[in-house]
T-cell receptor, first 112, second 114 residues
Framework: DQQVKQNSPSLSVQEGRISILNCDYT??????FLWYKKYPAEGPTFLIS?????DKNEDGRFTVFLNKSAKHLSLHIVPSQPGDSAVYFC???????????FGSGTQLTVLP | DVKVTQSSRYLVKRTGEKVFLECVQD?????MFWYRQDPGLGLRLIYF???????EKGDIPEGYSVSREKKERFSLILESASTNQTSMYLC?????????????FGPGTRLTVL
């Protein structure tokens, strides 16, 4: 039973355009959400997070939106750059938990 | 510069061999984690530890064990390696705080079991 789902295994976007990566969750105890980026042969690196008390968090070109009623979050990258090509993982945590639950990842390819 | 290091980047073992994967972090973190990453399945938690000598099963602990004798070191053990344990293994650590759980990852070990 996947509690965190990323339904798009891959996404291709033209350089300079917006990339939108989506994530859905089922566990209503989750109240903290993170996005990680992973290049081949490297470990994932933290990108951006959002607490359930917010509906938006922005960091430079990256913005995460949270819709609690729909149990949905999205990562927007504007403008997309070729160096953004990587696998993006959505992750979630509850306030009483130490561990994260990860989605299956979305491979983003930004075309020059 | 904070770091999580893993003992090997690539490892090839034979079926039935005992395999040790080691992870060391220099951030004085209380929590340490072992995941495996497989295509289409994302990161799945094998075991984690929140203190020295403490361990908790994750989602897929079968066929694995762990050891945490020192705070900075967390070992994953495959008692008798099997071909279905061929995977990318990732170690991570995080501070004690609950909820706000940013984890820092090592570079991964690509294990192939023949």
């Amino acid at each position: 039973d996947q509690q965190v789902k990323q339904n798009s295994p891959s996404l291709s976007v033209q350089e300079g355009r917006i990339s939108i990566l989506n994530c859905d969750y089922t566990n209503s105890m989750f109240d903290y959400f993170l996005w990680y980026k992973k290049y081949p042969a490297e470990g994932p690196t933290f990108l951006i997070s959002i607490s359930s008390i917010k509906d938006k968090n922005e960091d430079g070109r990256f913005t995460v939106f949270l819709n609690k009623s729909a149990k949905h979050l999205s990562l927007h990258i504007v403008p997309s750059q070729p160096g953004d090509s990587a696998v993006y993982f959505c992750a979630a945590s509850g306030s009483s938990a130490r561990q994260l639950t990860f989605g299956s990842g979305t491979q983003l390819t930004v075309l020059p | 510069d904070v770091k999580v290091t893993q003992s090997s980047r690539y490892l090839v073992k034979r079926t039935g061999e005992k395999v040790f994967l080691e992870c060391v972090q220099d951030m004085d973190h209380e929590n340490m984690f072992w995941y495996r990453q497989d295509p289409g399945l994302g990161l799945r938690l094998i075991y984690f530890s929140y203190d020295v000598k403490m361990k908790e099963k994750g989602d897929i602990p079968e066929g694995y064990s762990v050891s945490r004798e020192k705070k900075e070191r967390f070992s994953l053990i495959l008692e008798s390696a099997s071909t279905n344990q061929t995977s990318m293994y990732l170690c991570a650590s995080s501070s004690r705080g609950l909820g706000n759980n940013e984890q820092f990852f090592g570079p991964g070990t690509r294990l192939t079991v023949l």
